[in-house]
């Protein structure tokens, strides 16, 4: 079983819609990542998070660290927000390595 | 500012061709990283420095060396390419502690026919 787990691997919706994309973990952790990748691309650090709650224009990150979780919201989806979306974690004492999930593929359709 | 730059984005090699990937940093940084990008995979460490000076093996080292070079530059080396090593290559770099964010560079397409 991987460490990081990713939910859904692949998503699809309607511009305008509200989105929400999961992270489960299985090991303890010091910090939690989302990140951007768009086809082709290169990859972008969304947040970092350690607790509570993140919020950058329509993203929104939210972490539980008793239950080993994160979401990653997209208000108002627009099809520029099509991309793969990855979760990576900060295992506890380890200050250089992260343990990165497999990614959901986002497509929002105008 | 240029961020993490690495080059060549592309490269088609031949098996048992040796190649470098240059992988640079502006930001004084100290821990750089490359990564090797699978379909359904996900993102893979293959080497890691903590600090200039030093390096350490990650997931996938098989078949790779690195050089960390000075603080800014950090290369990956393959010195006889074997098909497997198709993949996209990413090279990342971020201040040491797990509450710093990481950077990464545009990636590099290698394919090895």
């Known amino acids: 079983k991987n460490e990081v787990e990713q939910s859904p691997q692949n998503l699809t919706a309607q511009e305008g819609e509200f989105i929400t994309i999961n992270c489960s973990y299985s090991v303890g952790i010091s910090a939690l990542h989302w990140l951007q990748q768009h086809p082709g691309g290169g990859i972008v650090s969304l947040f970092m998070l350690s607790s509570g709650k993140k919020k950058h224009g329509r993203l929104i990150a939210t972490i539980n660290i008793q239950e080993k979780h994160s979401s990653l919201h997209i208000t108002a989806s627009h099809p520029r927000d099509s991309a793969v979306y990855i979760c990576a974690v900060n295992r506890e004492g380890s200050n250089y390595k992260l343990t990165f999930g497999k990614g959901t593929l986002l497509t929002v359709n105008p | 500012n240029a961020g993490v730059t690495q080059t060549p984005k592309f490269q088609v090699l031949k098996t048992g061709q040796s190649m470098t990937l240059q992988c640079a940093q502006d930001?004084?940084?100290?821990?750089m990283y490359w990564y090797r990008q699978d379909p359904g995979m996900g993102l893979r460490l293959i080497y890691y420095?903590?600090?200039?000076?030093?390096?350490d093996k990650g997931e996938v080292p098989n078949g790779y060396n690195v050089s960390r070079l000075n603080k800014r530059e950090f290369s990956l080396r393959l010195e006889s390419a074997a098909p497997s090593q198709t993949s996209v290559y990413f090279c990342a770099s971020r201040l040491t502690g797990s509450g710093n964010t990481i950077y990464f560079g545009e990636g590099s397409w290698l394919t090895v026919v």
């Open positions: 930001m004084n940084h100290n821990s």
């Open positions: 420095s903590a600090s200039e000076g030093t390096t």
